[in-house]
């Protein structure tokens, strides 16, 4: 038989339950009115309901924070009493444990402790604890979370897209040529200072023997490596030195080089993460940084220094790896509609022969269409030095590409430059110098030996 609990009136107990100090939890409510602590919160949660009815006879019973009271013993499923609610009325005796103490989540193992209602008493109507939660107010429905959500996804990148005018960079410097031979020279991925100085010893000599009407920089010019990537401290980065060395030792050269030549940066996935480096600005970045925050994009990247064209389209916004890679592979450049530069290869199947970096290895594709006929899309190997502590750089390639393009007929032609400890560039032969050999054939067995 279940133990008969003493009647009390709602006032007498609700005169306890306020009573804070000498009664600071539900157990020593329970205790003092003579009831079981389960009968206690049954008793609370019928004056809650009284309370939330509008009822004005109900007496008022403060919030009490039940942290201090002894856990709740679990009422097994097979003890808890089934009783054939309707929604309405499973949806009160939720909302009145809720109001009895809004400081104490209910789960479901608590409510059926709380009320000695089986589950099977809600569950049929709402099948899951966190629909009843949903369908009671107490929990945002799935809609809403899905909103707030969608809120908090944006607010978290708004400031990236402070930097999404560099989108107006493309054509601030623009060469005319009325050549009927359009030449581009075109490079990637030579991550400032961890490019091959041979290799650029050679693409800065090419440039200048052949006066390109177009340089074009296929993107990862700047390298930066990406926070938290490789076991390296970020804050025994040279950010700044990097950044100088790539102005100076890159950028500055071929523009003295070529003084008439368009030069064309096509964005990378290096220079993409690095802005948005810059953007967060976060206090752990702003003691690497610190040199480099307040920068325009043009000032870091040094566009207006050396008159140079930023092709980058995509949002610098965008909220997961896989839409930053999306937004990444919007830039290219299409030259003459006849020859396209991406840094990445997909756009191998978007109908003109050119080619693409980013995999620092040489590739070819034969491609076709009904339109352009056979035609083919490289792959350029980077400007990357082969010794690299964080991947296998000793499978790389090193070298850039001359492109020629007819502006009348639309053809293409490529002269792909390959660096090892040599180079040829029109018939002339380039030899590295032995300051050039340190960590060319790292990783690799000693061919001299």
């Known amino acids: 038989m279940a133990t008969l609990q003493p009647v009390i009136s709602d006032f007498d107990f609700a005169e306890v339950w306020n009573d804070l100090e000498n009664f600071p939890n539900i157990r020593s409510v329970a205790e003092e009115v003579g009831q079981t602590l389960l009968g206690a ?3 609370a949660s019928k004056i809650r309901e009284r309370m939330a009815s509008g009822d004005k006879n109900a007496p008022i019973l403060v919030s009490r924070s039940n942290a201090a009271a002894k856990p709740i013993p679990i009422v097994p499923e097979m003890q808890a009493e089934h009783q054939d609610l309707s929604v309405k009325e499973c949806i009160g005796k939720l909302q009145a444990l809720h109001f009895a103490d809004p400081d104490r989540n ?17 569950s049929k109507h709402f099948g899951t604890f966190l629909e009843f939660k949903r369908q009671a107010g107490l929990q945002l429905n799935r809609g809403q979370h899905q909103t ?27 060469k005319e040529s009325n050549s009927k031979i359009r030449t581009v020279i075109g490079c990637s991925d030579l991550h400032d200072q961890e490019v091959d100085p041979f290799y650029l010893r050679v693409l800065i000599e090419t440039c200048r023997m052949v006066q390109p009407d177009v340089i074009n920089l296929g993107g990862d ?8 990537k490789f076991a390296i401290d970020p804050r025994e980065w040279d950010v700044v030195g990097r950044i100088r060395f790539a102005h100076e030792n890159i950028l500055k050269p071929l523009r003295e080089a070529c003084p008439d030549a368009q030069i064309d940066f096509v964005e990378g996935n290096h220079e993409f993460r690095l802005l948005r480096h810059m953007a967060d600005a976060t206090p752990a970045l702003q003691a690497v940084l610190s040199d480099l925050l307040g920068l325009t994009v043009s000032k870091l990247l040094g566009l207006d220094d050396f008159e140079i064209n930023y092709i980058a389209k995509g949002d610098l916004a965008a909220y997961t790896k896989g839409n930053q890679t999306k937004e990444i592979s919007k830039s290219y450049i299409n030259y003459n509609d006849a020859m396209l530069v991406h840094h990445h290869p997909h756009a191998r199947h978007w109908g003109l022969p050119g080619w693409n970096g980013h995999h620092h290895s040489w590739q070819v594709w034969h491609q076709k269409n009904a ?79």
Not at 221 to 228: K, N, Q, T, V
Request: net charge positive; aromatic share 14%.
């Open 106 to 122: 209910i789960t479901r193992l608590s409510f059926r402790s709380q009320t000695g209602l089986a589950d099977s008493s809600w």
């Open 148 to 174: 707030e959500r969608h809120i908090a996804k944006h607010v978290s990148v708004d400031h990236y897209r402070e930097f999404n005018d560099r989108r107006d960079l493309d054509n601030k410097y623009m």
């Open 221 to 228: 010019i700047f390298d930066l490596p990406e926070f938290g």
């Open 41 to 43: 919160k049954k008793k």
């Open 371 to 449: 339109i352009q006929g056979g035609y083919s899309w490289m792959q350029l190997p980077a400007g990357h030095r082969l010794k690299a502590s964080y991947c296998e750089g000793e499978f790389w390639n090193l070298g850039f590409n001359i492109g020629h393009i007819n502006t009348e007929t639309k053809s293409v032609t490529m002269e792909p430059v390959i660096v090892t400890d040599m180079a040829c560039v029109g018939g002339l032969f380039f030899y590295r110098q032995p300051e050039e050999m340190v960590g060319f054939f790292a990783g690799r067995r000693n061919r001299a030996a």
